[in-house]
């Protein structure tokens, strides 16, 4: 398996708390992904990463930042959480895709339920 | 809309039996992939087949891929229990390695 650790891989919080979930690669895979998966939606994009500090949005950014200091890190920060974002989250890594696609490597997702 | 949508559906089979499961989508692509998902896991890998191949094969998997219908369709062959899962087709549906998800198809592999 990729190493890809997401923590926590449990949470529930109250409505308007700031919470950050962290991504942790071994693989020194540029590429790192926020996904969330809803049933009835399957996975949808939040926010990608192509390098450190090189983020941009996805298909459903809004309410929530990333960051990405390191190559290994990939924070998804949700500033003031909304029940509308409970969700199973799930980060996923790539090599770089060069000139075709590149499978994407997922962690095990980090379940959240704001209340 | 969403690229890489599969006819939900929930297949419930018999262990030995070929199970198969489609995806539609609705721009250009580059490539379209295969996942698997276990209850409670994240997505696995399974196969990639890129635009200008017709069909492709990885051990008891088998992926068509046309074009033309915009779909693409996955079979597994001589099914087992521990194939009981989620499977969703993605496609590169905005570049830079970004992927655009389908809603999944459940099978159900009865011993």
């Known amino acids: 398996d990729a190493g890809i650790t997401q923590s926590p891989r449990h949470k529930v919080t109250e409505t308007g708390t700031p919470v950050t979930l962290r991504c942790h690669q071994t693989e020194n895979h540029r590429y790192m992904y926020w996904y969330r998966q809803d049933p009835g939606h399957g996975l949808r994009l939040i926010h990608y990463s192509y390098g450190v500090k090189d983020t941009d949005k996805g298909e459903v950014s809004d309410g929530y930042s990333v960051s990405r200091s390191k190559t290994e890190d990939f924070l998804l920060t949700l500033e003031s959480a909304t029940s509308s974002q409970t969700s199973v989250y799930f980060c996923?890594?790539?090599?770089?895709?060069?000139?075709?696609?590149?499978?994407?490597?997922f962690g095990d997702g980090t379940r959240l339920s704001i209340l | 809309s969403q690229q890489g949508e599969e006819d939900p559906q929930a297949l419930s089979i018999q262990e030995g039996e070929n199970a198969t499961m489609n995806c539609s989508y609705k721009?250009?692509?580059?490539?379209l992939q295969w996942y698997r998902q276990n209850s409670g896991r994240g997505l696995v890998h399974l196969i990639l087949?890129?635009?200008?191949?017709r069909e492709k094969h990885s051990g008891r998997l088998r992926v068509t891929l046309d074009t033309s219908k915009k779909s693409s369709s996955l079979l597994i062959t001589a099914s087992r229990a521990a194939d009981t899962a989620s499977y969703f087709c993605a496609t590169d549906a905005w570049g830079n390695n970004r992927l655009a998800f389908g809603k999944g198809n459940q099978v159900v592999v009865i011993p």
């Open positions: 721009t250009s692509i580059n490539n």
């Open positions: 087949i890129r635009s200008n191949e």
């Open positions: 996923a890594i790539s090599e770089e895709p060069g000139t075709g696609l590149q499978p994407q490597h």
